[in-house]
């Protein structure tokens, strides 16, 4: 089965690769071009089926797509879908980073998760949809070099390391996009054999 991972993001591309290895046939932007999709819908599931379903129309190709939130108690569940975006449309990870431990100064609950929703789309219409929760919580200032996003500042429950600081091979044993995205292998996999 071919897959087009439907992400631009170069860390994504990788990280998705390395949680599912060589089980599919991997296509990615660089091989398989495709129009940016405008992520605005309500909720991660949401996001994750239009850029399934427009990069499925668009190029005739089975896709996986996936949209992922961090959502922080003290912020009633925000950045949630705008995380990407949520220091402003143009912002980067180390904006977005800033604005939430600004938000989070002096807070005592400081308990957050990162959820993830993959939606692989198929060009006769078929879908399937699953989903990853990461709990954890958010530190008062970024530790670690690896990773991306938020990883700087979430601590994962049970690990006395951030995203960020753990091993690439270890986070992706328990991350919320590695949950999410085994759970799709899976079902993937279930529809191979029984085709």
């Known amino acids: 089965m071919k897959l087009l991972l439907g992400t631009k993001s170069a860390d994504k591309v990788k990280e998705i690769r390395e949680i599912l290895g060589d089980s599919f046939q991997w296509l990615d932007p660089t091989q398989h071009p ?7 819908g309500d909720t991660l599931e949401e996001n994750a089926r239009k850029k399934a379903q427009s990069i499925s129309k668009e190029t005739n190709s089975i896709v996986l797509a996936e949209d992922t939130g961090l959502e922080v108690d003290e912020l009633k569940g925000a950045p949630g879908v705008f995380s990407a975006r949520f220091a402003g449309p143009d912002a980067d990870s180390q904006k977005n ?27 006769d219409g078929k879908e399937l949809v699953t989903t990853g929760v990461l709990e954890g919580s958010i530190l008062t200032a970024p530790r670690g070099r690896g990773g991306f996003g938020y990883d700087l500042v979430f601590l994962p429950d049970g690990f006395p390391k951030t995203l960020a600081e753990l091993p690439s091979a270890m986070k992706n044993k328990i991350s919320h996009r590695a949950i999410a995205l085994r759970a799709m292998k899976a079902k993937l996999e279930h529809l191979q054999a029984s085709s």
Do not use: I, M
């Open 97 to 123: 980073v800033t604005k939430l431990l600004d938000q989070l100064k002096g807070k005592s609950n400081r308990r957050a998760r990162f959820h993830c929703v993959c939606v692989v789309h198929f060009p």
């Open 34 to 40: 495709f129009f940016t999709v405008t992520e605005d």
